[in-house]
């Protein structure tokens, strides 16, 4: 365990002692801690009562692809900077969304001044830059920021349906 990597894209959330960047998320159902990593099978679920939990992580050039494009779920990739004041406004708006998809949604955050492939792959002309993800294809994209109800509705539309949830018993026929 103490053998762990050195931090490679300055993320503060400390690792599971595979390198993977672990956060601590709160069940809001029933207030179990978990910790949810930034990889994984799957999606994740309260270790208690197994409720979705809001799956929000961080990559870089070197983990986009473990992180976002190999991901079971769709992924709303956040391509911001430090320095844009927007992205300050946009990103606790897409955390809100995440948390209100759990187990339906991703959300990636990508600093795009540590992630310059990712950048020059996405051709960012501004940020933020939000794209969604399906099996690491772009189906959506747009830029600038927007309030958190516009930003919901955007990601709902942009969702692919195929993606139902996790219950068969919510899906409904036909
Ligand atoms: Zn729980």
Redesign the pocket.
Known sequence: MSASPPDRGGRDRGTDGAGTAVRTVV??????T?RVPAAAEGSP???????P?PWIAEAGDADFGEVAERASLPVLVDLWAAWCGPCRQVTPALEQVAEDRAGRLKLVKVDIDKSPVLARRFEVQAVPTLLVLDHGRPIARRTGAAPANALRRWVDESLPTSHGPADPASRRPS
């Open positions: 069940c809001v159902t029933c207030g179990r978990n679920r309260c270790g208690n009562c197994r409720a939990l």
